[in-house]
């Protein structure tokens, strides 16, 4: 069966019961108030009534999902509980004899998968980064070798090397992948194409983050949970796993107003206004809303993902209601104009400068920086610039458009190993010796700035990535002309 076959029907916003102008509104306040949405799908009732990219991201393009990839190993989950695989109630001890500590704490003994699901492990703090420095590469000894210090079930931490467990744990019950486990069951069914999970240094998909699926799979996946599990009148998920999964098991919090303290469920976060969601970090979402009938999707590079949710419940909830509206051709229209012009910003300036003749063909050499940059070169055309960058890997090739015309192409930079990464790059001269490069890693989160101000045989280079699991303070880099 094709993916067309069993996409999601289109329909305009009214006939659903939501005014075009509001999720206009949405639109542009994400655009003036958010840094910076990458996707978006809004289903009501079952049908899309707005989709949109911001360019140089694409519809076709999968996005990596890092935590909202856990809703999806839950799911896996529900499937080998009911096909009896394991239960929920198994120790997890018992599915790794050989990699146990020397000592088995009672609390680590009484531990369960239920307990990896609902990140109620017993552990003080995230076991990730243990995984990470594991030296053998076997992740699950290292989580096993870490303390339990309370009761499991009792004490919520946010631990992505549960869910890893819980892969591993599928792993062994099943046989196969986490991906190829899933294919058949999930992907499959719903039209989805073209995942990809990373792996531990043993093979084991990580579960916890790592799955890349396009916008239109995470809305097709949250529409399934809406509708209890079934798609195309088919019964895809386990009867009652749903209800299951997405109530709350532990409290996270007691704040009534931070959709971070509304409980969690089995790798689902409860919200607000009784909807929940899977989410991952720098903006990735799927937000479920049984009492609005609505599903949203969402890839961005946020720094604050909470404004998304805000502005989900500012904007699109009061707006949505039961019954259908008048139709509004003048409001249809401007939304899907704005919808199909959505673009991300490029460097403000002039295509050439003086300059550029003078510095094309020129390599600098680098002062030693942590980004672990040694030389970088620049050729100049009216079509833009390439830019030649070398570290200890070697040397990486980046391709600058002109104004709006970004240059598609795939880099080794920041890519792990020899690896190339698919990437969009714009450059403008902001001053006769400043030229300002914008790169987007475009299945990714990120962006990266650069900006070279040229002397006459110097440079002040300055980096800069907009989101990150370490520092995004900006990094000033001193070159010299090489002879």
């Not at 990219?53 to 996005?63: G, L, T």
Request: charged letters at 20%.
């Amino acid at each position: 069966m094709s993916n067309t076959t069993i996409a999601l029907p289109r329909s305009t916003p009214e006939a659903q019961g939501i005014s075009s102008e509001a999720i206009l509104s949405f639109l542009r306040a994400a655009e003036k108030e958010l840094d910076a949405l990458h996707s978006f799908v809004l289903v009501r009732h079952g049908a899309v009534v707005a989709e949109g990219w911001w360019h140089p991201y694409e519809a076709q393009n999968p996005h990596v999902l890092f935590s909202l990839s856990k809703s999806f190993t839950s799911t896996a989950a529900g499937f080998a509980v009911a096909e009896g695989r394991f239960t929920l109630d198994d120790r997890v001890v018992s599915f790794f004899p050989d990699d146990l500590p020397e000592e088995v704490s009672p609390n680590l003994e009484a531990m369960t998968v239920r307990d990896l699901l609902i990140m109620g492990t017993g552990n003080a703090e995230d076991t990730t980064g243990y995984l990470h420095r594991s030296p053998d590469g076997n992740w699950a000894k290292a989580f096993l070798a870490r303390p339990v210090e309370h009761t499991p079930g009792t004490h919520f931490v946010y631990n992505s090397g549960a869910t890893y467990m819980v892969a591993a744990i599928l792993h062994k019950t099943t046989g196969e992948s986490l991906l190829d486990y899933l294919t058949p069951r999930l992907l499959a069914p719903l039209g989805i194409e073209g995942a990809t999970w990373e792996a531990c240094p043993r093979g084991i998909h990580v579960g916890g983050w790592g799955l890349s699926i396009t916008t239109d799979a995470i809305a097709k996946f949250g529409q399934l949970y809406l509708r209890d599990g079934v798609w195309n009148g088919r019964q895809v998920l386990p009867v009652g796993w749903v209800q299951e999964a997405t109530s709350k098991h532990i409290s996270n919090g007691d704040n009534p107003e931070n959709d971070w303290n509304q409980g969690y469920g089995y790798q689902f976060w409860r919200c607000r206004h009784n909807a929940y969601r899977g989410d991952g970090a720098f903006g990735q979402f799927c937000v479920v809303l049984p009492d609005q009938d609505a599903v949203v999707a969402i890839t961005a590079g946020l720094g604050f993902m909470g404004s998304v949710l805000e502005l989900i419940w500012d904007e699109l909830l009061p707006a949505m209601r039961p019954d259908s509206l008048p139709e509004n051709p003048t409001g249809v229209a401007a939304l899907r104009d704005k919808l199909s012009s959505l673009r991300l910003p490029a460097p403000e300036g002039a295509a050439t400068s003086p300059t550029a003749g003078r510095v094309s063909g020129q390599v600098y050499s680098l002062a030693e920086n942590e980004p672990g940059l040694r030389t970088i070169g620049f050729e100049f055309s009216g079509e833009g610039a390439t830019l030649a960058l070398t570290d200890a890997r070697g040397t990486h090739t980046i391709l600058c458009g002109t104004a709006n015309d970004w240059r598609k192409h795939r880099t080794t930079l920041h890519s792990r190993g020899n690896e190339t990464a698919p990437v969009a790059a714009v450059g403008a001269w902001t001053s006769d010796d400043t030229y300002t490069v914008v790169l987007y890693y475009t299945e990714t989160p990120f962006r990266f700035h650069l900006r070279a101000t040229f002397g006459e045989d110097t440079l002040d280079l300055e980096t800069r990535i907009n989101v990150s699991f370490g520092p995004t303070d900006p990094v000033r880099i001193a070159g010299q002309r090489q002879p």
